[in-house]
């Protein structure tokens, strides 16, 4: 899948130590930017790895896909998954989660690529639902160019990495006849 010549979104199999280094660069970037994705400041890339370390031992259960963008060199400069584990009664439903460009890849297209081929990717599987939620404005306005639904918002959800309360913003988008 090519985002351009110089991004190429690639779906990975699994976690070697190459791409959990460079997945804990983009993460910690973005926290440190203040993005609010579950963790907290400070954040040290050894807590970092060990998300990512958890991540490939969940993609190996075929609980989630992980895709990355990469530039031209093959460092990765994004990520998003698709999180397939749900309940028994929601086999069609699939939920999107930690979509991260780093701070310097951004503005270029690399997170709209990204959602689309994971769209793609829930779409490949058979999923007909996929739901989200953000605390983003900047990652809301790109899924509802997208054609995500929005759904409303949950005040004082979780915390920004510094502190302090913030709000989510809950989507969903159907992908019947997509
Ligand atoms: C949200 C996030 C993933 C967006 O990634 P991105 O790669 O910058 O996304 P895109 O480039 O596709 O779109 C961002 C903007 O750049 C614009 N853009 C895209 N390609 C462009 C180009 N070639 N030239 C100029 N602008 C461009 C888009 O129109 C969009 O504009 P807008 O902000 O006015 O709506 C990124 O900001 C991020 O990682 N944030 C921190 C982590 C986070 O909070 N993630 C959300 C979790 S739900």
Redesign the pocket.
């Known amino acids: 899948m090519k985002q351009s010549s110089a991004i190429t979104i690639r779906c990975l199999e699994y976690l070697g130590e190459r791409e959990v280094q460079g997945l804990s660069d983009v993460l910690l970037d973005?926290v440190e930017?203040g993005?609010?994705?579950s963790f907290m400041l400070p954040i040290t890339r050894g807590k970092a790895d060990a998300f990512w370390r958890d991540t490939a031992a969940s993609m190996a259960r075929g609980e989630r896909v992980l895709l990355v963008a990469e530039d031209a060199a093959g460092t990765i400069v994004?990520t998003i998954q698709v999180i397939w584990a749900q309940p028994e009664n929601q086999p069609h439903r699939g939920e999107?989660?930690?979509?991260?460009?780093?701070?310097q890849?951004?503005?270029?297209?690399?997170?709209?690529?990204?959602l689309r081929a994971a769209e793609q990717r829930a779409i490949s599987a058979g999923k007909t639902l996929l739901v989200?939620?953000?605390?983003?404005e900047?990652?809301e306005?790109?899924y509802a160019?997208q054609g995500w639904q929005r759904v409303g918002v949950i005040p004082d959800y979780a915390l920004w990495p510094q502190g302090g309360l913030c709000s989510t913003t809950i989507l969903f988008k159907a992908l019947r006849g997509a």
Do not use: E, F, I
């Not at 999107?96 to 701070?103: I, N, S």
């Not at 989200?132 to 983003?136: E, P, R």
């Open positions: 973005c930017g993005a609010s994705v994004g999107v989660a930690k979509m991260l460009v780093h701070p890849a951004r503005r270029q297209g690399v997170g709209a690529a990204l989200l939620d953000t605390a983003n900047d990652a306005r790109l160019r």
